[in-house]
């Protein structure tokens, strides 16, 4: 059974950078052809994909976010994470990290985090 | 904004059938997946194009048709009710997009 777990600081301060992890189980991050991906959504809100990234090391990024978002993976600890840099209050959300499996016509996340609250607040 | 929308809300009596649509250009050319998500909770896979996720009961089932997803509950239960959200790639197949959500409640 696959299982993912999101971590890192609940508080950031605006303008600093958020720094998440998404530690991978029950699967090898480097094997597959999967990608792993990090979504949020905002209290009461929607979700919003932020983007993914495959073990190969390429990226896709949502065009809004894309100029703060960095997305990196290590293969050695089954991991990957994701950076945000100035953020603002508008980013304050749950994060969720999950695996995206692209199946030709159909794309779809199948294993979810329990997601993290991260709120920006000074 | 989404390039995928959705009904805000939608309610249904316990044991009929309630369809959730999902529209967006992208949705000619590509397949839509549909997640449950309960209050508190992460979302749970549903349907991916016309199949099921594993584990999910066959009163879920989707179905598509020109720029339309949907996603039908035949003889909706309590445990049901929840946030219903559609996703798919846009319409340059670059990005993933989620629609804005529908609210299920059963009546």
């Known amino acids: 059974q696959l299982v993912l777990q999101e971590s890192g600081p609940g508080l950031v301060r605006p303008s600093e950078t958020l720094s998440l992890t998404c530690t991978v189980s029950g699967a090898s991050i480097s094997r597959g052809n999967w990608y792993w991906g990090w979504i949020r959504q905002p209290p009461g809100k929607g979700l919003e994909w932020i983007g993914n990234?495959?073990?190969?090391?390429?990226?896709q990024y949502n065009t809004s976010l894309k100029s703060r978002v960095t997305i990196s993976v290590d293969t050695s600890k089954n991991q990957f994470s994701l950076e945000l840099s100035s953020v603002t209050a508008a980013d304050t959300a749950v994060y969720y990290c999950a695996r995206l499996v692209d199946i030709l016509s159909t794309i779809l996340f199948d294993f979810w985090g329990q997601g993290t609250l991260v709120t920006v607040s000074s | 904004s989404s390039e995928l929308t959705q009904d805000p809300a939608v309610s249904v009596a316990l044991g009929q059938t309630v369809r959730i649509t999902c529209q967006g250009d992208s949705l000619r050319k590509y397949y839509a997946s549909w997640y449950q998500q309960k209050p508190g909770q992460a979302p749970v896979l549903v349907i991916y194009?016309?199949n099921k996720a594993s584990g999910i009961p066959d009163r879920f089932s989707g179905s598509s048709s020109g720029n339309t997803a949907s996603l039908t509950i035949t003889g909706a239960q309590a445990e049901d009710e929840g946030d219903y959200y559609c996703?798919?790639?846009?319409?340059?197949?670059?990005?993933?997009?989620f629609g804005g959500g529908t609210k299920v409640t059963v009546l």
């Open positions: 194009g016309k």
């Open positions: 990234i495959h073990s190969s090391g390429s990226t």
């Open positions: 996703n798919s790639r846009d319409s340059s197949g670059d990005h993933v997009v």
